[in-house]
């Protein structure tokens, strides 16, 4: 069973730094892409903030850009995003996903 769990939400000031945790189990990790997507709203979809795939090429979306910077571990099977310079904007809940399977997700609070 493919599992994704996120760690590392909560509150952080505008113009702080945040790093976001995403551990997968169940599945070959490193054959995997992986993204990132946030959710400002229950009402609203979700919006891909960031991805990266098996070979480690980047690609990220305009809100965050220059911002947030993915990575991955493949030796700890982790995806991380690391959030500088975050905006009170981009409070949302934050999910991790790897093709079709989600994590619950971990909210970040950016207090202006």
């Known amino acids: 069973q493919v599992q994704l769990v996120e760690s590392g939400g909560g509150l952080v000031q505008a113009g702080g730094s945040l790093r976001l945790s995403c551990e997968i189990s169940?599945?070959?990790?490193?054959?995997?892409?992986m993204a990132w997507h946030r959710q400002e709203d229950p009402e609203k979809q979700c919006v891909l903030d960031a991805?990266?795939?098996?070979?480690?090429?980047?690609t990220y979306g305009a809100f965050v850009e220059g911002r947030f910077t993915i990575s991955r571990d493949n030796s700890k099977n982790t995806v991380y995003l690391q959030m500088n310079s975050p905006k009170p904007e981009d409070t949302a809940v934050y999910y991790c996903?790897?093709?079709?399977?989600w994590g619950r997700g971990t909210q970040i609070t950016v207090s202006s």
């Open positions: 169940g599945t070959t990790f490193s054959s995997r892409a």
């Open positions: 991805n990266i795939t098996a070979v480690g090429k980047t």
């Open positions: 996903r790897a093709l079709l399977y």
